[in-house]
């Protein structure tokens, strides 16, 4: 069912299929992470983004030592374009994960980032026992995914935003597999 690549496995969902990234999606990926409001709802997306930027991205993603997997949804499959948004899975210990995602504007409002964080939970390519997420407080609309999938408000902190240059506040999400 799952294909494997660089230790990384391609999970088909339903309207798309989450694949590891790859140098040819640099164009949409910068032109998508280009738009503020995409790198406002970041930690680590600047705005306006530097040139090699999205390059250097795929590069640590595809790094053999490390510590966050990254998945472009694709949708070429179904119609739909070849890259949707990202979701990865950064490693924490004790068998836990912190689960980071955006999808690109013209795709918002379609279920597909919930869709992208309920199959990742389900496949559990790390085999976490818990995850993590954290939403910037002024972004309701991604707090719902989570809070839709399953994840529990834990409480609120503060989060660092490149693309702000300021420390934002923070909700912070938590679920527990059946692991």
């Avoid at 997306?45 to 949804?73: C, F, K, Q, Y």
């Avoid at 390519?125 to 954290?134: I, L, N, S, V």
């Avoid at 910037?136 to 529990?152: E, H, I």
């Amino acid at each position: 069912m799952l294909a494997t690549r660089r230790n990384q496995a391609t999970i088909p969902a339903e309207r798309f299929v989450m694949r590891p990234i790859q140098k040819s999606d640099a164009g949409l990926i910068e032109m998508y992470a280009s738009d503020e409001r995409v790198a406002r709802g970041s930690r680590a997306i600047p705005h306006p983004l530097p040139p090699g930027t999205v390059e250097a991205m795929i590069a640590r993603a595809n790094a053999s030592d490390r510590s966050e997997d990254v998945w472009v949804m694709d949708g070429s499959a179904q119609g739909h374009a070849e890259a949707i948004g990202v979701i990865s899975l950064n490693r924490m210990d004790r068998a836990q994960s912190e689960v980071f995602f955006w999808v690109a504007p013209a795709f918002w409002n379609t279920g597909f980032a919930s869709e992208a964080v309920r199959t990742i939970i389900a496949e559990n390519p790390h085999d976490a026992r818990r995850y993590f997420a954290e939403m910037f407080q002024d972004n309701p609309g991604s707090a719902r995914v989570l809070t839709n999938c399953g994840f529990d408000y834990l409480g609120d902190a503060e989060a660092f935003s490149v693309a702000r240059g300021a420390t934002v506040p923070t909700w912070t999400y938590t679920l527990k597999t059946g692991q």
